[in-house]
């Protein structure tokens, strides 16, 4: 089994989710991990929920939006455990689904915010550490959108496309360093960020096709967290600049040939219930739209 023994790992928006996950199967594989989120609540569970399974574990609540938040995320790491070896930038929210001038402009910006600086701000500070120790992790999450534009999904998609771009820049700046930075895109994960969505008024509709992406090819977050520890371990040594992607031709592959075997044994389709907020639109959508 792959052995993360005596390593620290932060990971950002892991109170629930894959980032949970790739704290959990981190710390299973002897980790000491740091949890954060900006519900201090849910933060609190996690570590409890970890704790209980015999795992070392921390946590403190972290807009990743605030660099002072991060900043002090990373003085949490190193006060509590001494030390970072592994940084994952997972936080990230989808936002809303629609033509873009008809999202509000501070929803637009917060994923922006979330995922573009969230990012930017996570790899400095853990770069600060990993480069003055001369070895460290930094594992980027990208997403739908990291390879080209993606319409009404332009918030997110664009973040990840400037997320994979950033990663790759780094890669190389610090390819001399002995620090591994990876660009990570763990293919569809059933999360709340897949079934917990916002739509413009009348644009609801076009997110049903979701449901069949979500019966083909979603996995549980254990897959690719496993992916992730993977990323993280001696694996992955003079590696950098590596970008993995859990969703590739053979697992598009796999989920076809595993429904129909599905429709063939008459086996029930499993749930594929999403939840669909509706936004009203900063101005009136034009007739036909
Ligand atoms: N689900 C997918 O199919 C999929 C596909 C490709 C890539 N990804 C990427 O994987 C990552 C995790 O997604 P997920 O599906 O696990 O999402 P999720 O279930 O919605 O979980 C998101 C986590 O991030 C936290 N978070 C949100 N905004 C934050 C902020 N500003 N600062 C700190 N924490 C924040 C949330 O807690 P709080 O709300 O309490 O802060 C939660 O713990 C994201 O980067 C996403 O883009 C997901």
Request: aromatic share 8%; net charge positive.
């Amino acid at each position: 089994m792959t052995s993360l023994k005596g390593k620290v790992a932060v990971i950002t928006g892991s109170s629930r989710g894959l980032g949970f996950a790739i704290a959990e199967t981190y710390a299973q594989a002897g980790a000491s991990v740091v949890l954060a989120a900006r519900s201090s609540k849910t933060v609190v569970q996690a570590v409890d929920s970890l704790r209980a399974k015999g795992y070392t574990a921390s946590g403190l609540t972290c807009d990743v939006s605030a660099l002072d938040q991060v900043r002090a995320l990373a003085e949490h790491a190193v006060s509590t455990f001494g030390r970072i070896d592994i940084w994952v930038n997972n936080a990230g929210i989808s936002g809303i689904y629609g033509p873009t001038a008809h999202i509000p402009v501070e929803r637009f910006e917060q994923v922006l915010r979330t995922n573009i600086f969230g990012t930017y701000y996570g790899s400095v500070i853990a770069l600060e550490h990993f480069v003055r120790q001369g070895s460290g992790k930094l594992i980027n999450l990208l997403g739908r959108g990291d390879n080209g534009p993606v319409k009404f999904q332009n918030a997110y998609a664009s973040s990840k496309y400037w997320v994979k771009s950033f990663t790759m820049a780094l890669a190389q700046e610090y390819k001399a360093t002995g620090v591994g930075i990876y660009a990570f895109n763990p293919g569809l994960v059933d999360t709340e960020m897949l079934r917990d969505l916002e739509a413009v008024q009348s644009f609801e509709s076009k997110l049903n096709p979701l449901k069949t992406v979500i019966r083909l090819w979603a996995n549980p977050p254990t897959v690719p967290a496993q992916k992730a520890l993977w990323l993280a371990s001696s694996a992955t040594d003079g590696k950098t600049g590596l970008y993995v992607n859990v969703l590739g031709r053979q697992q598009a592959l796999s989920g076809l040939l595993r429904d129909l075997m599905r429709r063939i044994t008459r086996t029930p389709a499993p749930d594929t219930t999403l939840h669909i907020t509706s936004i009203t639109p900063n101005f009136p959508l034009p007739e036909g739209y």
